[in-house]
T-cell receptor
Framework: GAVVSQHPSRVICKSGTSVKIECRSLDFQATTMFWYRQFPKKSLMLMATSNEGSKATYEQGVEKDKFLINHASLTLSTLTVTSAHPEDSSFYIC?????????????FGPGTRLLVL | SQQGEEDPQALSIQEGENATMNCSYKTSINNLQWYRQNSGRGLVHLILIRSNEREKHSGRLRVTLDTSKKSSSLLITASRAADTASYFCATPGEGGSEKLVFGKGTKLTVNP
């Protein structure tokens, strides 16, 4: 149980375009979803926390207009990287916690590797 | 500031040996978690230990927590090549929020 999927797993886009990444909890209701960014050989950096039906809370230094987060349902959150630039290239990972899963534990998606050319 | 700091940063051992990774943190916590990440993949939750627990076991994993020293250790016994991964400790964010703060991780390589 407590499976989280992410789509796409890998995306290459041109500079200036927008990319949407989906995060789904498959077998539990995710009241909270988290979006992380990870640089090569580095730890995870929390970008934002989103609760279903409300605006996301962004961490300091993360541009909310650039990284649009929507958590419209208890099983789906999306991260849209707008007007992507090469420096946005990274590994993006979502996680979810929720009512029917152990709340203190986050369940992670497999990640999305974004390459902006 | 970095909450969890693992050491060593990298560890290379032979199959069958035990691997010990340590994590130190700065603030008071009510639990600490360990996660594993295979290269290029998401994280997998391994174990959660609460502040009132000193030791916890799960299969070949043994986690200890010393709240007086603000440190935790993860021991993997009888390691296998498949244990090769990065291991992160994670503690709750400020005020015990739902957020997790991850350490920098220990990259474990188990050589066959």
């Amino acid at each position: 149980g407590a499976v989280v999927s992410q789509h796409p797993s890998r995306v290459i886009c041109k500079s200036g375009t927008s990319v949407k990444i989906e995060c789904r909890s498959l077998d539990f209701q995710a009241t909270t979803m988290f979006w992380y960014r990870q640089f090569p050989k580095k730890s995870l950096m929390l970008m934002a926390t989103s609760n279903e039906g409300s605006k996301a809370t962004y961490e300091q230094g993360v541009e909310k207009d650039k990284f649009l987060i929507n958590h419209a349902s208890l099983t789906l959150s999306t991260l849209t990287v707008t007007s992507a630039h090469p420096e946005d290239s990274s590994f993006y990972i979502c996680s979810a916690s929720g009512r029917t899963a152990t709340q203190e534990t986050q369940y992670f998606g497999p990640g999305t590797r974004l390459l902006v050319l | 500031s970095q909450q969890g700091e693992e050491d060593p940063q990298a560890l290379s051992i032979q199959e069958g040996e035990n691997a010990t990774m340590n994590c130190s943190y700065k603030t008071s916590i009510n639990n600490l978690q360990w996660y594993r990440q295979n290269s290029g993949r998401g994280l997998v939750h391994l174990i959660l230990i609460r502040s009132n627990e000193r030791e916890k076991h799960s299969g070949r994993l043994r986690v200890t927590l010393d709240t007086s020293k603000k440190s935790s250790s993860l021991l993997i016994t009888a390691s296998r090549a498949a244990d090769t991964a990065s291991y992160f400790c994670a503690t709750p964010g400020e005020g015990g929020s739902e957020k997790l703060v991850f350490g920098k991780g220990t990259k474990l390589t188990v050589n066959p």
